[in-house]
């Protein structure tokens, strides 16, 4: 039953309820497109000659960097994760089970942590080279060594095997809804597995392919810690090094500018597609603070972002389409931009209008003037921003599975908007909550950048206090830190590998 067959008091009545559901949308959406306005407004005030320098002699070879990394990148996730997808749904093997939830396991480490990991392992003196040279009756790593990881194609390696993920998850859902009557009709008009496969289930399979590889590419875009630690000088690092090497704001808000570009380029893939060591004895009390800041600010971020993708998709839930244009769903898709901005690209973006609050705060309470700067607010903030793509996204799955003929009977019962939320929908959007939830805090627990740039005095969190060792040469104490990420990260990932694997029985 559409609106317009309601009762006119009534229809009136709802849509003034869901005038109310679009103005925190569109407020939600405001605070996503903040830092992006500062950024034009910090990059048009720079003297052009920063950008005649960058011009010459930073931007070509960055971009150089960012576009193969993004090239190679692709390639390998779409190749791994679309492969272990198919492997783990088409086929029946031992294992597989236990296979199907490892498969998520990269999700839970940072590609940092596996940088220094696979740096540490295939050093020229390191296990596996040492082992390699034994085997072919080599002394020496002057006689053989294989190629160096701090490379373009390192970086292309260890982070399509940290991402892949992101395809396996959404194109191994689009394999287990396949309809079963086409590959059988395939196999019965004579297509051999691979002709099953490559014919039938992959172009089908695409748009969740695209969506995925789509995330991969965004991530690697983000990418700071394993880029700069493997030697390859990509758009992001420019942009930190440019900020706070060189102190030039002006310079980084305008090479960032530049990155949007090719982020512009991913959201219009990406919406195409949706068409189509020991801890024992050495842990020190700094990493016990680091962990529980870490723990502290994925939670609190967590739930913020959670009810921001709430309100945004509940907007567009209550609000139907006038001449094909539905103002909450607009505010969805501006809400949902924050994914796209890299971390670095996001915490120079929020720098300005932070101050403006501390500064604005401070006038009417008093104090120092750092209420957003001087705690982990500013953190929470910039990651729900970040990562409201992930809720939005997921509720709003979740709510369109859900019949408008049971928020129709509420409404016609007299329950007022938010009371049908609360107590129709949001008992059927517990799997979509959960599952949100827990990407939002795996990502959240990973996050480098943002946190490197926006992070209070004296606080570390587990990311921080990892990428400090690891700047100072000291993997060992790092080491303790990265086995604390993983494991704090594992649970979330195991308890989503258990919401997939019910998913497909």
Not at 23 to 38: H, S, Y
Not at 271 to 280: A, N, P, S, T
Not at 485 to 500: E, K, S
Request: hydrophobic share 55%; net charge positive; aromatic share 8%.
């Amino acid at each position: 039953m559409h609106t317009d067959s309601l009762p006119r008091p009534l229809r009136l009545r709802w849509t003034e309820r869901g005038a109310g559901w679009l103005a925190g949308a569109a407020l939600i959406g405001l605070a996503v497109l903040a830092p992006v306005l500062t950024l034009v407004w910090w990059a048009l005030g720079g003297d052009l000659s920063h950008w005649r320098h960058l011009a010459t002699y930073v931007l070509p070879q960055a971009l150089a960097n960012t576009a193969a990394l993004l090239a190679g990148v692709g390639v390998l996730v779409t190749l791994l994760g679309t492969g272990s997808a198919w492997l783990v749904t088409a086929y029946e093997f031992p294992s597989r089970r236990t296979l199907t939830w490892a498969l998520l396991l990269p999700l839970a480490v940072p590609t940092y942590i596996i940088a220094f990991a696979y740096l540490d392992l295939l050093h020229p003196i390191g296990p596996i080279q040492s082992a390699i040279r034994a085997l072919l009756g080599y002394d020496s790593p002057r006689q053989f060594r294989l190629p160096d990881l701090r490379s373009i194609q390192g970086a292309i390696f260890v982070l399509g095997f940290v991402l892949y993920p992101y395809v396996y998850l959404s194109t191994r859902v689009m394999f287990m809804t396949q309809a079963a009557s086409l590959l059988e009709a395939a196999r019965t008009l004579g297509a051999g597995r691979y002709g099953v496969f490559f014919r039938v289930a992959l172009p089908l399979a695409r748009p969740a392919i695209v969506v995925g590889v789509s995330l991969a590419l965004l991530e690697t875009l983000n990418d700071i810690g394993a880029s700069e630690f493997l030697g390859v000088q990509t758009l992001t690092v420019s942009v930190y090094t440019t900020w706070v090497t060189r102190s030039d704001l002006a310079g980084a808000a305008q090479i960032a500018l530049t990155m949007l570009a090719i982020v512009i380029g991913l959201i219009l893939l990406e919406r195409h597609g949706r068409k189509r060591l020991h801890l024992v004895g050495g842990v020190s009390n700094q990493l016990l603070n680091g962990l529980g800041n870490t723990l502290i600010v994925a939670f609190s971020a967590t739930i913020v972002t959670l009810l921001c993708g709430l309100i945004v998709a509940w907007a567009g839930r209550t609000l139907r389409e006038s001449a094909g244009f539905n103002p909450g769903r607009a505010c969805a898709r501006v809400a949902s931009l924050g994914y796209a901005v890299p971390g670095t690209v996001l915490a120079i973006g929020l720098l300005t209008p932070f101050v403006w609050i501390d500064t604005a705060v401070a006038k009417v309470f008093g104090g120092g003037g750092l209420f957003l700067m001087g705690s982990m607010a500013a953190l929470v903030c910039a990651y729900a921003i970040r990562f409201l793509a992930i809720s939005t996204g997921a509720l709003e799955a979740g709510l369109a599975r859900i019949p408008p003929s049971l928020e129709q009977a509420s409404r016609l019962l007299g329950e007022s908007s938010a009371g049908t939320l609360r107590r129709v929908h949001l008992p059927l959007l517990r799997p979509a909550l959960a599952a949100s939830a827990l990407l939002v805090f795996v990502d959240a627990m990973k996050e480098l950048p943002a946190t490197l740039l926006l992070r209070p005095m004296n606080f570390d969190t587990l990311a921080t206090w990892l990428y400090a060792e690891a700047a100072r040469g000291t993997y060992e104490e790092g080491a303790v830190a990265a086995l604390a990420i993983v494991l704090a990260g594992l649970l979330p990932v195991i308890l989503l590998a258990r919401t997939n694997l019910k998913m497909g029985h």
